[in-house]
């Protein structure tokens, strides 16, 4: 039976925890928000697949024990900004299989900020033994280097890249789980402290604590009040270049072409998107590589699609906006999409929204990501 996603759940999104609050209590409370919403019990879940920086030294069956969870599906992901295509792809192809009946999704952290810096400074050991001792203090200082490359091969400004980070925000007002909803001018994004240059402050994600969980099935067990939302295709690439380009293109343009010959329709037909948003330049590289820059104008889509023409990118807010609580990341753009594709995204909700494609997109080999991936998604007629 073809798999769908039934329920979405979040928790936290916040810049400040309670002290009674941790990584443990914010994946569990994502977990049962997303059964509340997909009107499932605990004991009606047999597959769990989890992402997280900081639930060690629990594994996925500790947390399966700690959730009340007896399964026969159990996934531990390790694959960051590009866990939660990784997670969905395993869990849609686990329901079809017949391997489970019901699959949470959940991902999440709850990191201060010595913990951010010191998972960044350990992420793998090409970045322990050869990024860090340069004094490279995390991942803006390399995407400040990507995003130089970028503006001068395709000709943007600081303006263009404004253009997202301002849309995003205006996005994020009707998103009451954002970190930030008050409106951001293009004058302020300009005048924003610098932080790696071209980055400043509003190019770079803020970090939060919280969680956020996806509850996959299939359509006959979606709640009558909402249509299922199936995924039409899903492609992954892994290393696609051996860290030897550019970086100034992601996996995605190795599956891309694959990915809308799967789905039967193409970016044009596209309603809104969710692209793993870590920095604006990765989003425009992500769009790109998935053919949805018509004559691969970067700078033109910025100043009109999302500038003038407001296309629903990100509509969350993005990470951007709505923060990024570790792992959650990797989750937080699909989420999103499936409420918009639910038709219960509020304020922000994209009328008639039918087609969706969400991207995932991390794992910092040396210089960029090593992981990469997109889905199709639709709202079942």
């Known amino acids: ?123 793998n050991r090409a970045i322990r033994d050869h990024v860090a001792p340069l004094g490279h203090s995390g991942p803006n200082s390399l995407f400040a280097l990507l995003t130089q490359r970028q503006m001068k091969a395709y000709g943007l400004t600081r303006q263009d890249y404004g253009h997202i980070a301002v849309a995003q925000r205006a996005w994020a007002a009707g998103n009451p789980g954002a970190v930030y909803r008050q409106p951001l001018t293009m004058e302020e994004y300009l005048a924003s402290p610098m932080v790696a240059d071209p980055l400043t402050r509003f190019d770079c994600v803020p970090s939060c604590c919280g969680a956020s969980a996806l509850v996959v099935s299939t359509a006959d067990r979606c709640p009558a009040d909402r249509k299922p939302v199936h995924v039409r295709a899903l492609r992954q690439s892994f290393n696609y270049d051996n860290q030897e380009g550019e970086g100034l293109k992601t996996g995605l343009s190795k599956v891309a072409d694959d990915l809308w010959a799967a789905a039967g329709v193409g970016p044009d037909e596209i309603d809104l998107a969710s692209i793993y948003d870590d920095y604006p330049a990765m989003v425009l590289a992500q769009l790109s590589d998935l053919r949805m820059i018509p004559g691969n104008d970067l700078a033109r889509f910025a100043r009109v699609t999302i500038g003038e023409q407001r296309f629903p990118l990100n ?10 609580a570790g792992a959650a990341g990797g989750l937080n753009g699909t989420v999103e999409a499936v409420r918009q594709l639910h038709r219960r995204a509020g304020d922000r909700q994209v009328p008639d929204a039918r087609l969706a494609v969400v991207s995932g997109y991390g794992m910092v080999v040396y210089r960029y990501g090593a992981c990469a991936g997109a889905a199709v998604l639709e709202r079942a007629s």
């Open 315 to 324: 509509t969350s807010g993005g990470l951007l906006s709505a923060g990024q």
């Open 1 to 123: 039976m073809k798999a769908a996603i039934i329920g979405t759940g979040e928790a936290g999104y916040t810049r400040h925890p309670r002290p009674d609050q941790n990584t443990h209590t914010f994946l569990r409370d994502a977990v049962v928000a997303a059964l509340k919403d997909a009107r499932l019990k605990p004991s009606d879940i047999d597959g769990l697949a989890i992402c997280s920086f900081s639930i060690d030294p629990d594994k996925a069956v500790d947390m399966a024990w700690r959730f009340g969870l007896s399964l026969r599906w159990l996934l531990h992901d390790t694959n960051g900004g590009a866990s939660g295509m990784n997670m969905l792809g395993h869990a849609i192809r686990g329901i079809e299989a017949g391997a489970a009946s019901n699959i949470v999704i959940v991902s999440g952290d709850a990191l201060n900020a010595e913990q951010v810096a010191k998972v960044s400074s350990n992420y």
